[in-house]
């Protein structure tokens, strides 16, 4: 005789809430998420039996060293990317970067401290006649981008060989492995089905 029994399986969706381990922090969500794994990691010790010719294992103890979590997000967010690269997000406000000091290449990418949104005025440094823009530079990709067929003057020794005036919007500056955070991960069914 068959003994019957029930299956509860979970078949949903849910939010995952996080915050650090201890902190008195509110949890604060991580989006959309399509996988979520936790994998214990274990220290093994064996004993093996030396009384049979095939050996074998005669006793083991397992004890439990940690326990890593991996996730899939596909809300790319400030906090998200700190929380996986264990970092600091710091908010940046709206401005204009005032005669920037840049190391320019031609044929190459210049990257500044913030992404630019708009350029005003490339100039040598330490002053002189503005460089044409579309001719000399160009805005790429929040980057200043100096064209083969640039005037702009090769850097001395790695100085910088330029002075760069721009706007940028606001944004949140993620610097990586500076932190090192334990963090509480909750997950909060919305709706499941048993069978």
Known sequence: MAIPSVDYSYLGSGSILFREFGSAAPLLTLGNCTELKFSPQEDVKS????????????????????????????????QNFALGLRSSA????????????AVAYKGGYTKLAKIAKTITTVEPSGGGAAYTAGTDYELRDGML???????????????????VTYAYDAQEKVEALVAGVVVAVITVPSNSVST
């Open 47 to 78: 004993l093996l039996d030396s009384t049979q010719p095939g050996g074998n294992k005669r006793n083991e103890v397992r004890r439990l060293t940690g326990v890593d979590m991996s996730l899939t997000f596909t809300d790319f967010n400030a």
């Open 90 to 101: 710091t908010p940046i406000t709206a401005g204009t970067a005032t005669d920037e000091a």
């Open 145 to 163: 981008y100096i064209p083969g067929t640039s005037t702009i003057t090769a850097p001395v020794a790695g100085a910088a060989n330029i002075d």
